[in-house]
């Protein structure tokens, strides 16, 4: 299964298109690239570099809860999100500290800026951590994935909780073809520190087995792809143990997949790199409803991959 992901690797560095990005960082990238992964051969958790599958359970379990503010994520000691909150907070009138003009590109050429940012990053996410008020105000990232998948507020003024209804479709009416969640709302796009990269997915009832697609817009496949590889899966395990179904495929649908140029050598060391067994995926088994799954009711036995490769995230 991990050869499709290094295959799209491999295809990127000798194929891709050189276009520049939001970040201002450069990239190279294709569009329109597919891959398939065989969810009964194993958990897709890359083993060609380290992937912290603890960030992916607390964060898929953050969008399922509804959730769209980090306080969660820093309690489950998941820092993915925190550059864009801080990026928002640092925008805001209620912040005095030092520039943080163009944090993330200046960070990595400034050591001496770098010091003063981690600081900065830091004393923020502890502020999120321990002050109710400035949690409630800093710490919200907008109407991002959580809020579209349990809360999209229709023209109404009534909400549609799609991830509970695509759940009951299933178990209702498995031959559906409307078995969808969208993450990509156009008139909420504004709000969100980040529109939705993986913005709609579907699933699929075949011979009592459960299959997901996701169309992703915007693919960092380096650092983005194997957790978004990582957490569609652990969520078609999900739905599929609520609905009674063994689990079929995750297909991987890419718009933009795209290497930044300081990923490149980082995706070069890890294509030397020997694929090893995949490791498999456990789920409490007296839990039912996804809904009331916890971090420590998802584990994963059997992984050991080659160390992790780091790289600098482009915000």
């Known amino acids: 299964m991990e050869k499709a992901y290094l295959e799209l690797g491999r295809k990127i560095l000798t194929d891709g298109f050189e276009k520049s990005d939001r970040t201002g960082t450069g990239t190279k990238s294709i569009f329109g690239h597919q891959m398939r992964f065989d969810l009964s051969q194993g958990f897709p958790l890359l083993t060609t570099k380290r992937v912290a599958f603890s960030m992916i359970k607390s964060e898929l379990l953050w ?6 503010n980090i306080r969660y994520l820093l309690q489950h000691k998941n820092h993915i999100w925190d550059e864009w909150a801080f990026e928002r907070y640092v925008n805001s009138t209620d912040y005095h500290g030092p520039d943080m003009t163009n944090f ?3 960070a990595l050429v400034d050591p001496e800026f770098n010091d003063v940012y981690q600081a900065e990053l830091a004393a923020f996410c502890d502020n999120v951590l ?9 710490g919200e ?7 579209q998948w349990r809360h999209w507020q229709t023209a109404k003024g009534e909400t549609i909780d799609q991830l509970a209804d695509v759940i009951h479709l299933i178990k209702t009416n498995p031959d559906s073809r409307r078995m969808i969640v969208s993450a990509w709302n156009p008139e909420d796009i504004p709000s969100m520190a980040l529109p939705p990269c993986h913005t709609l997915f579907q699933f699929y009832v ?17 650092l983005g792809v194997p957790f978004n590889i990582a957490s569609y899966a652990l969520l078609t395990h999900l739905i599929a143990h609520e609905t009674g179904l063994a689990v079929g495929e995750f297909i991987h649908t890419l718009g933009d997949a795209h290497l930044y140029v300081n990923h490149f ?14 490791p498999q995926l456990e789920l409490n088994p007296e839990k039912h409803s996804i809904f009331d799954f916890d971090v420590s009711d998802i584990q994963i036995k059997g992984y050991d991959p080659h160390p992790a490769i780091k790289a600098p995230i482009a915000v």
């Open 141 to 147: 990232l907008g109407k991002i994935y959580g809020s």
């Open 63 to 68: 969008f399922m809860r509804g959730d769209t």
């Open 206 to 222: 075949a011979e009592g087995k459960l299959s997901c697609q996701l169309y992703q817009r915007s693919a960092d496949v380096f």
């Open 104 to 106: 993330g590109q200046r």
């Open 265 to 278: 050598d980082q995706m070069r060391l890890q294509l030397t790199r020997d694929i090893r067994q995949a």
């Open 130 to 138: 321990t002050d109710d008020a400035f949690a409630a105000k800093h």
